[in-house]
């Protein structure tokens, strides 16, 4: 298994811009599709963002589409997630994933592994 730490999050205002990062130790990180998952309180685990381990290619929830980017740097064993004009309803726990050498899956239970998250809050 893959381990993962996430960071970057913090409170910002509404509008505002955040880049999560997520660091994978322990792997051939590029036999890796990777993902980022959040959570807001009583909801579930919702898809946000993924890159695919081998044509790196991109996909995203129609929520974020157009104000989130997600990439690799496979020399940093990092994925980020550049995320912009944020807005108050991206409030959640934002957790790294990642799923050895498979499609992106927008399940979770797809997913081998789990950063612990990084806290996101936006104020309007």
């Known amino acids: 298994q893959v381990q993962l730490v996430e960071s970057g999050g913090g409170l910002v205002q509404a509008g505002g811009s955040l880049r999560l990062s997520c660091v994978a130790s322990g792997v051939s990180f590029t036999r890796y599709t990777l993902g980022w998952f959040r959570q807001a309180p009583g909801k579930e685990r919702e898809f946000v963002a993924a890159?695919?381990?081998?044509?790196?290619?991109?996909y995203y929830a129609d929520s974020v589409k157009g104000r989130f980017t997600i990439s690799r740097d496979n020399t940093k064993n990092t994925v980020y997630l550049q995320m912009n004009s944020l807005k108050p309803e991206d409030t959640a726990v934002y957790y790294c994933?990642?799923?050895?050498?498979?499609?992106?899956?927008?399940?979770?239970?797809?997913?081998?592994?789990w950063g612990q998250g990084t806290q996101v809050t936006v104020s309007s």
């Open positions: 994933t990642a799923r050895y050498m498979s499609a992106y899956t927008t399940f979770a239970s797809g997913y081998d592994s």
């Open positions: 890159i695919t381990w081998r044509s790196d290619s991109t």
